[in-house]
C-alpha cells in the first residue's frame, strides 16, 4: 500500500527501494526480447514516429534531468536533434520552432503550472504534436496531450523524487528505441539496448544492496556545508539530480558540473572541507574524467568515486570508490542514481531533517 511505509523508516526509502519494481512495471508490455513494442506507446506513435525530425522537452525538477539524459539517448541513437528546457524560461520567451518538432512533457503529478502553461501554450504554436511522460493517469497534462507514455512508479508521497525519475527515464528510453526505429537505429543496436532494459531490474537491485557502504559514506558529509557533484555526458544530469536530491532533504549546499568545467571556476572553491562527489562508469570518456579528479586531489579535495571495476581506480587517502556493479553505457544513468538517491537519505537522516517534508518545499507546484 503506498500510503504505507511499511518495514521502512520514511516513504523516501521506500519507494528508493521500489525501483526495481517499478522499473519492471514501466517496461511491462512493451518490449519484447529484442524489440520496443510501437503500439504500446499509443495507436498513433508510429505514424507520427515517422514524421517527428525534432523533439522539445519541457519539464521542472528532477524531472527535466530526466529530459536532459533523454537529449544525450535522442541524439545518439535516433540522430534527431533535441532541446531541453525548464518550463518556467519556455513559456516566459519567444522561440523558433522547426518544423515537425515533437513537444514533449515530462511530469510526475502532470499538474505542475508552469509545465501545463508551456504546454497550453505550445498548442497554438505550430508544434506536430504533444507528447506526455507523467506517472498519474486523469491529470490535467494527461488529458491536454495527444500521446502519452505513462509510467508505473505508483503513488510517490517524498517530496524528493526517486522512483518517478528512473521510470521516466525508463519511458523516455522506450520512446527513444521507438523514434530511432524509424530514423536509422539498427535492430541490432536495438536488441542489444533491450537486452540491458531486461537485466536493469537486477541491477538496480544490485545497486541497492550497497546500502550499508553509502551510509557509511555518508558519515563525511555530515558536517559540511557545501559539495561539488562531477559528470560527463548523460552522467552529467545524473550528477545535476545527485545534487538536486542532496540540497534537497540535507541541506547542503551541492552544486553538479559537468566535469570538464570544472577548471573553468568550480575548482577555485575545492578544498578538504568540499566534498567531490563523480559519477564515472567506465566508458569513453573516463580517461578524461580521470585527469579532473586529480586536480581535485591535489587541492586537497576529498572525492567519492562511484565508478564500475573497470574503471580501475582504487581507494586512497583521499579517494572513496564505491563500486557499481558493470552496467550498458545506455541504462548506466538509470543505475547511478541510486547510490546518489540513497547517499543523499542517509546524509538527511544523520542530520536529522524532514526526509519526506523538506522546508519550503511541495510535492507538486500548483501555482506559479
Ligand atoms: C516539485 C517537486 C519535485 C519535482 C518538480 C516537478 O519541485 O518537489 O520533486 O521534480 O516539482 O514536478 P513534476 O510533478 O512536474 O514532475
Given at each position: 500500500?503506498?500510503?504505507d511505509?511499511g518495514?521502512?523508516r520514511?516513504?523516501m526509502?521506500?519507494?528508493?527501494h521500489e525501483?526495481p ?23 498513433e ?12 522537452i519541457i ?11 533523454a537529449r544525450?539517448w535522442?541524439?545518439?541513437l535516433a540522430?534527431i536533434p533535441?532541446?531541453?528546457?525548464v518550463?518556467?524560461?519556455?513559456r ?11 513537444f514533449?512533457c515530462?511530469?510526475q503529478?502532470g499538474e505542475?503550472a508552469d509545465?501545463l502553461?508551456?504546454?497550453?501554450q505550445a498548442?497554438d ?10 506517472n498519474v ?8 496531450s ?11 508521497i517524498g517530496?524528493?523524487s526517486?522512483?518517478a525519475?528512473?521510470t ?5 528510453l522506450l520512446f527513444?528505441?521507438?523514434l530511432g526505429?524509424?530514423?536509422?537505429l539498427?535492430e541490432k543496436?536495438e536488441?542489444d539496448?533491450?537486452a540491458?532494459?531486461h537485466r536493469?531490474?537486477g541491477?538496480?537491485?544490485?545497486a541497492?544492496a550497497?546500502?550499508?557502504?553509502i551510509?557509511?559514506?555518508?558519515k563525511a558529509?555530515?558536517d559540511?556545508?557545501?559539495?561539488l557533484?562531477?559528470?560527463r555526458g ?5 550528477a545535476?539530480?545527485?545534487a ?7 541541506y547542503?549546499?551541492a ?18 572541507e ?8 567506465n566508458?569513453e570518456?573516463l580517461?578524461?574524467?580521470k585527469?579532473n579528479?586529480?586536480?581535485v586531489r591535489?587541492?586537497g579535495g ?6 564500475d571495476?573497470?574503471a580501475?581506480?582504487?581507494d586512497?587517502p583521499?579517494?572513496h ?13 538509470i543505475?547511478?542514481?541510486?547510490p ?6 542517509h546524509?538527511a537522516?544523520l542530520k ?10 511541495a ?5 506559479e
Amino acid at each position: 500500500d503506498s500510503a504505507d511505509k511499511g518495514e521502512y523508516r520514511h516513504f523516501m526509502l521506500k519507494e528508493i527501494h521500489e525501483q526495481p519494481r517499478v522499473i519492471q512495471a514501466t517496461m511491462e508490455g512493451r518490449i519484447t526480447d529484442s524489440r520496443v513494442l510501437e503500439q504500446a506507446l499509443g495507436t498513433e506513435a508510429g505514424s507520427l514516429l515517422d514524421d517527428v525530425r525534432h523533439v522539445q522537452i519541457i519539464a521542472c525538477g528532477t524531472s527535466y534531468h530526466a529530459g536532459m539524459v533523454a537529449r544525450y539517448w535522442i541524439e545518439e541513437l535516433a540522430g534527431i536533434p533535441c532541446s531541453v528546457e525548464v518550463a518556467s524560461e519556455f513559456r516566459y520567451r519567444h522561440h523558433v520552432i522547426q518544423p515537425d518538432t515533437l513537444f514533449l512533457c515530462i511530469s510526475q503529478s502532470g499538474e505542475t503550472a508552469d509545465t501545463l502553461a508551456a504546454l497550453r501554450q505550445a498548442k497554438d504554436a505550430g508544434f506536430r504534436a504533444a507528447l506526455a511522460i507523467c506517472n498519474v493517469p486523469g491529470s490535467s497534462l494527461v488529458r491536454e496531450s495527444d500521446l502519452v507514455i505513462m509510467t508505473q512508479a505508483g503513488p510517490e508521497i517524498g517530496v524528493a523524487s526517486t522512483k518517478a525519475f528512473t521510470t521516466q527515464l525508463v519511458a523516455l528510453l522506450l520512446f527513444t528505441l521507438a523514434l530511432g526505429r524509424h530514423n536509422g537505429l539498427s535492430e541490432k543496436r536495438e536488441a542489444d539496448i533491450v537486452a540491458a532494459l531486461h537485466r536493469l531490474p537486477g541491477q538496480v537491485a544490485d545497486a541497492l544492496a550497497l546500502d550499508g557502504k553509502i551510509a557509511e559514506l555518508s558519515k563525511a558529509f555530515m558536517d559540511k556545508n557545501h559539495s561539488l557533484f562531477l559528470g560527463r555526458g548523460a552522467m552529467f544530469p545524473v550528477a545535476l539530480e545527485g545534487a538536486l536530491k542532496l540540497k534537497e532533504i540535507s541541506y547542503i549546499h551541492a552544486e553538479a558540473y559537468p566535469a570538464g568545467e570544472l577548471k573553468h571556476g568550480p575548482l577555485a572553491l575545492v578544498d578538504s572541507e568540499m566534498p567531490v562527489v563523480t559519477v564515472a562508469p567506465n566508458d569513453e570518456l573516463l580517461e578524461k574524467l580521470k585527469s579532473n579528479l586529480e586536480e581535485v586531489r591535489a587541492r586537497g579535495g576529498e572525492l567519492f568515486v562511484f565508478a564500475d571495476g573497470g574503471a580501475e581506480l582504487q581507494d586512497q587517502p583521499g579517494i572513496h570508490v564505491l563500486q557499481i556493479p558493470e552496467v550498458h553505457p545506455i541504462t548506466a544513468p538509470i543505475v547511478y542514481t541510486l547510490p546518489l538517491q540513497l547517499l543523499s537519505y542517509h546524509v538527511a537522516v544523520l542530520k536529522g531533517t524532514d526526509v519526506d517534508q523538506p522546508r519550503n518545499l511541495a510535492k507538486s507546484v500548483t501555482v506559479e
